[in-house]
């Protein structure tokens, strides 16, 4: 991938009020932070709050040089105008409901999302565009959506081109099937679990194709050193055995006086496939946290312990 990006990312999602309101003063801190962090690479999509996570983006990267670092964000969902009010909860994010998402891979969709981005960025390119979340949609974004992208980067409108998904069967296909240079693989690979493991990731490696591993926290399941009685799992409630699984993982870290959250992010870089983790911040403080758990290493023996207590398998890379 001719984009190069630093192992820790930015993720806009929770600036774009994602489960509850963030204010401006609060999004921006977040930014700042990664930025004095030393992130050069942030990403957003249309979907975060119904653009106001690109906005906010923009905003808080708008007086640093464009050229000092590498923005992605995503297309396939095409907000509308809407005047039907309420909020847009139900979607995850508290923000009135001013837009509706209309799902459109096809080649115009593309263009018309991506342009609208660029204006809500306030920026006149992005570095990485992802097709975001086609589950349902394989025939018009492989045909259509893809194309299109391949279009933009000849053009030298975008820089690299992928998709960002929560599995890996289909990102799979498309590193198979199409030219696609990266893909932002979404709790599919992390320490509670690595059904990317066996077929994805060796194919990736096989094909030259990066990953950048995003919701490593596995829905917040892993974001706490403890692990809550509530916890989420792919965006519902946690079922018991994956709580459990994820309170004796938590317990092998306590052991090793290594909080869980320091261990859940650095695990996936331990994988030669895999060229970022990127994290979701609100605030300032939880960004300088996260920082801090990338930057401070884990030690070699925690490894081996979750592999003693059959938390790790032996052929799962570590740091």
């Given amino acids: 991938m001719k984009v190069s990006l630093t192992r820790l990312g930015f993720g806009a999602a929770p600036i774009g009020n994602l489960y509850g309101e963030v204010s401006d003063e609060e999004a921006h801190a977040a930014v700042d932070a990664a930025w004095d962090s030393g992130v050069r690479y942030f990403d957003t999509a249309p979907h975060y709050g119904l653009g106001l996570s690109e906005r906010r983006l923009g905003s808080a990267l708008g007086g640093r040089p ?46 018309r ?12 390119h992005v570095d990485v565009v992802y097709l975001h979340d086609p589950d349902e949609h394989w025939e018009v974004a492989a045909r259509q959506g893809i194309p299109a992208l391949v279009d933009l980067r000849e053009q030298g409108v975008v820089g690299a081109i992928g998709v960002g998904m929560n599995q890996w069967e289909m990102p799979a296909r498309f590193v198979r099937e199409t030219d696609v240079d990266v893909v932002m693989l979404a709790g599919r690979y992390t320490l509670l679990e690595q059904a990317a493991l066996p077929e994805f990731l060796p194919l990736c490696l096989e094909r030259g194709v990066s990953v950048v591993a995003a919701g490593v926290f ?60 990127v994290i979701g911040s609100r605030t300032g403080e939880q960004m300088r946290s996260n920082a801090a758990d990338f930057a401070d290493p884990v030690p070699a023996a925690l490894w081996s312990s979750l592999r003693d207590r059959g938390l790790l398998d032996a052929e799962v890379p570590v740091p």
């Fill in 113 to 124: 999302s991506l342009e609208s981005s660029l204006e809500r960025l306030g920026t006149d």
């Fill in 66 to 111: 464009r050229s000092g670092y590498v923005l992605s964000t995503k297309v396939g969902r095409v907000l509308e105008p809407f005047d039907g009010g309420g909020d847009d909860l139900a979607n995850g994010f508290a923000v009135p409901a001013s837009s509706r998402r209309v799902w459109d891979f096809s080649a115009d969709g593309v263009r």
């Fill in 218 to 277: 596995n829905s917040g399941l892993l974001s706490r050193p403890e692990v809550p009685d509530d916890a989420k799992y792919d965006y519902a409630d946690a079922p018991a055995e994956v709580v459990d699984r994820a309170r004796r993982i938590a317990a092998v870290c306590g052991e090793h006086g290594v909080a869980l959250p320091r261990v859940a992010i650095q695990f996936a870089l331990g994988h030669p496939a895999v060229v970022s983790v």
